[in-house]
């Protein structure tokens, strides 16, 4: 891992968005950064389920934080619900009050694993997945960026990747042509803005629902395997471990801008 720059401090007013919060990778890092952040803390859980969202809430309510959660659909919301989305969990309060400002892009889907890579051709569908997946993140962090424009130093931004990002893997070509372009966009973005601390995390294979859908939709015979051994072998990671992680790469904050780093990668 790359080192660039000094260790990152959640202990004072952190505002704090975590995407696909609901369940997975997401609820395990809403609850793990809950346990760091300082008093005055503001913590937004965003995803569509609101059942699993307050169950996710109420495992990260601590005495300086305060959890909201919204529902809300990420593939259609448009950039005004986004902002809104961001903006009315703060109550009057100005984003100039918070010492921090961090955002967990985690939501994410697989797309389409029943079509061959050479069969695709529904436009339609890759869009929407692309609406999802890269579009609404990027749109999403855009009024993220705006909300804390004036004290742009004060942010931190981590998306959750994945190998599949850097690394082709067979008949997920929805998914990783996705998690490549959202990554590159955190990249550039990071290139760009050097006062702004940019974070690109692959958590390794972790026991979620998305590995499931993998073994109950995937048509390509490699990807079945590759996760039936995974499955088999009791290789997958608990999402808490790997959320654990997550938090000790962020607050070491020896990642250069953008950088990808692997649950897996040396310390
Ligand atoms: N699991 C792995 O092995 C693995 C490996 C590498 C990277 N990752 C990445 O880690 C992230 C989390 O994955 P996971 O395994 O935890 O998946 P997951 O269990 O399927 O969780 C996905 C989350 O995204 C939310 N979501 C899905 N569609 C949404 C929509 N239209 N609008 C708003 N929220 C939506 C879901 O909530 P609702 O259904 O309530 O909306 C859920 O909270 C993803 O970016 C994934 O690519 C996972």
Redesign the pocket.
Same mark, same amino acid.
């Given at each position: 891992m790359a080192s660039s720059s000094s260790n990152i401090d959640l202990s004072g007013s952190v505002y704090c968005v975590v995407?696909?919060?609901?369940?997975?990778?997401?609820r395990a890092i809403a609850i793990e950064v809950s346990k760091l952040l300082g008093p005055n803390s503001l913590l937004i859980l965003?995803?569509?389920?609101k059942q699993? +969202?307050s169950k996710t809430a109420s495992l990260c309510e601590t005495n300086n934080v305060k959890v909201v959660y919204e529902s809300?659909?990420?593939?259609k919301a448009t950039k005004t619900e986004m902002s809104d989305v961001l903006e009315k969990p703060l109550e009057g309060r100005k984003v100039v009050d918070f010492d921090i400002g961090l955002i967990f892009h985690?939501?994410?889907?697989l797309g389409n694993l029943s079509v061959e890579t050479q069969r695709m051709e529904n436009v339609e569908e890759l869009r929407t997945y692309y609406d999802?997946n890269v579009f609404n993140v990027i749109t999403l962090n855009t009024q993220f960026l705006k909300l804390f424009e004036e004290v742009e130093d004060r942010m931190i931004i981590v998306n959750?990747?994945? +190998?599949c990002a850097i690394k082709p893997m067979s008949g997920m070509a929805y998914y990783c042509s996705g998690?490549a372009a959202r990554e590159m966009y955190f990249r550039v973005l990071a290139e760009e803005k050097k006062n702004i601390r940019v974070l690109n995390y692959?958590?390794?294979?972790?026991e979620?629902?998305?590995?499931d859908y993998v073994l109950d939709e995937a048509v390509n015979d490699n990807l079945k395997d590759v996760f039936h051994t995974f499955k088999n072998q009791g290789t997958l990671l608990k999402?808490e471990v790997t959320a654990k992680k997550c938090m000790k790469v962020l607050l070491a904050g020896k990642f250069s801008p953008g950088e990808h780093v692997d649950y897996f990668d040396d310390e």
């Open positions: 995407t696909g919060a609901s369940q997975g990778i997401g965003l995803a569509r389920n699993e +969202l809300i659909d990420l593939t985690n939501v994410g889907s999802l959750i990747t994945s +190998l998690k692959s958590p390794g294979p972790v979620t629902s998305m590995i999402p």
